[in-house]
């Protein structure tokens, strides 16, 4: 028998290669992002022997932080966050290349303060001039940094030096194509790592595997058969201590924008005829390109936004957004938002795929679900063999995997229908997950390997997609209009009616 233990599927591929020593140089080292996703995710690459014991970390904050205190704060974040030290040997090893270097994103002398130190430190390390930027701060210091990298000649080296900026990139077109020109006239677009931490997880790297390596779905995927789609990502909590941010951000910005048009992008492009970095995204990118709110005519049937007001979350109360700390007490700002886009072109005309978003819905779950067009003629004419069309889910998270939905006939001399499942789970066929989204985008980065991460031009195609609702949305108007649900519930009455004029529902998670 074999056990779990020996299950070949969750051996997976060997890593053949190991990048380059190289200086990963976080701005924002003093921050969430840093301590809590970033610099576990590089430990645990350096703990399955992933990275070279030469990988070495630069931190770059305001505070005046020693060496040593980065150091104590890092290893709190991996003891908190991740799987732990593990063995103190490996902690030694890895924390002799952690570096603290205070300094100001808008200061010019603290570039040059930088660059001379990590002179020293690649000397020390033997890093070779390997660099990575990693731009983990707020979005309004990416044009600046970008800007003095440029200027203090860190990112001249094409060969050598990487530049990684987090999301959202700009916060609509114009700005996210100002920062498109920045990026050009300091670096070429081949050192450019936009990150999106959705396409590092696993299942929605799925969805290309999915779709193009199993024979009997790919003839589905069109207008033909499927009747609509549906793509929810629902999170559970609220704002929490991030109000600075998403204030000037929102549901829009901070999820759909991104996250759902990526996952979007990759349900519904065409094959792309090789597995390179470049011929996804130029898929990827035809088909954002291809698409449109569904009516841009009454906006209001097709994007909606909500804000969630007090309710109750797991038995207990919450308040609503706008009493969350540092939140405006009139804010506009959406922390749910739902879109109805359709897409020109052979494969999905007339086939609406309808997304949705929000915080402090009443379960945390993100999926695409197809929806397959009804049987078109019944011969069963009794009530009780009134067959549900069929759905195939992706759950990306969490109980990852994919179940498809379909009819069979009820035990008994009665002919009655009832709809089951047919489910694969990843948790039960390889064990546990493989890890964060941040291991493999960090990897991948440091390999080169761009595939994972966005194009400008696909950036740029995703934020003229949603300008409409941006731009009716941000028209001042009276702050009560904002429609609201109750925290712990599934959004704005407008969200369902939305589907209802469609006759359709959303899927109940
Ligand atoms: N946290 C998360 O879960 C996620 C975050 N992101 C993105 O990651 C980025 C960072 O987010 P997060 O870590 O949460 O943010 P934080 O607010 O926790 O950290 C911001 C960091 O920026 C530093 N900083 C602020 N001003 C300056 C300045 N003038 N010069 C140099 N450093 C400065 C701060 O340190 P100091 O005050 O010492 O200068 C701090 O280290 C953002 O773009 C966010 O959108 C994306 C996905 C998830
Ligand atoms: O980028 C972001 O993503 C998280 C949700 O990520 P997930 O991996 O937990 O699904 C979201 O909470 C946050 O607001 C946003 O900035």
Redesign the pocket.
């Known amino acids: 028998m074999v056990t779990l233990l020996e299950n070949p599927l969750r051996i997976g591929l060997q890593q053949q290669q190991l990048p380059e020593p190289t200086i990963v140089v976080f ?8 301590k ?2 970033l610099v576990p995710a590089l430990y645990k690459l350096r703990k399955e022997r992933k990275l070279p014991p030469e990988i070495t970390i630069v931190g ?4 005046e932080w020693s060496h040593e205190h980065f150091r104590e704060q890092m290893r709190e974040g991996i003891e908190e966050f991740s799987d732990g030290i593990g063995s103190e040997e490996l902690w030694e090893e890895f924390s002799q290349g952690l570096f603290y270097c205070p ?4 200061n010019e002398m603290s570039y040059q303060k930088l660059k001379a130190f990590l002179s020293e430190v690649d000397e020390q390390r033997n890093t070779r001039g390997n660099r990575m930027f990693y731009l ?4 309004r ?1 990416f044009p600046e940094a970008i800007r003095q990298l440029g200027a203090a000649e860190m990112l001249h080296d094409s060969s050598k030096t990487r530049l990684v900026i ?3 990139f700009g916060r609509d077109l114009s700005s996210a194509q100002a920062l498109n020109r920045i990026v050009n006239q300091v670096c070429r677009e081949e050192q450019v790592y936009r990150i999106d ?1 959705y396409l590092g997880k696993e299942t929605v790297q799925n969805l290309l595997l999915f779709r193009f390596a199993n024979a009997i779905f790919e003839p589905l995927w069109n207008r033909q058969y499927i009747d609509h789609i549906q793509i929810t990502v629902a999170e559970t909590v609220g704002v929490e201590d ?1 109000a600075g ?1 998403y204030e000037h951000s929102g549901a829009l910005r901070d999820m759909l924008q991104n996250h759902l048009m990526q996952v979007f992008a990759l349900t519904a492009m065409e094959p792309p005829n090789a597995l390179d970095a470049d011929a996804i995204r130029s898929e990827k990118m035809k088909v954002i390109q291809a698409t449109h709110l569904a009516d841009l005519h009454h906006l209001e049937n097709c994007a909606v936004r909500g804000q969630y007001g007090e309710g109750w979350m797991k038995g207990k109360p919450v308040q609503g957004y706008r009493k969350e700390d540092g939140v405006d007490p009139e804010s506009m700002n959406p922390t749910f938002v739902a879109m109805k886009f359709e897409i020109d072109n052979w494969r999905w005309q007339g086939v609406p795929f309808y997304l949705r978003t929000g915080k402090r819905m009443p379960k945390k779950v993100s999926e695409v679900s197809i929806h397959f067009r009804s049987v078109p003629h019944t011969i069963f004419q009794s009530a009780a063999m009134q067959a549900s069309p069929n759905v195939l889910t992706l759950r990306l998270q969490p109980n990852e995997g994919v179940s498809l939905k379909f009819e069979v006939k009820m035990p008994g001399g009665n002919l009655r229908s009832r709809s089951v499942d047919m489910d694969f789970a990843y948790g039960s066929v390889f064990g546990k997950s493989s890890g964060d989204a941040y291991d493999r985008l960090l990897l991948d980065c440091m390999m080169g390997d761009q595939t994972l991460f966005t194009r400008s031009d696909e950036v740029e195609a995703a934020w003229r997609l949603v300008t409409p609702a941006l731009m009716a949305w941000e028209t001042p108007t009276d702050p009560s209009k904002m429609p609201t649900y109750e925290a712990g519930t599934w959004a704005p009455r407008a969200a369902e009616e939305m589907l209802e004029r469609d006759g359709r529902k959303w899927r109940r998670l």
């Open positions: 701005f924002g080292a003093s921050g969430d992002l840093t809590r996703k770059v904050a305001r505070r300094g100001n994103i808008d983990s701060v707020a979005p210091f987090e999301k959202p931490h991030r941010y």
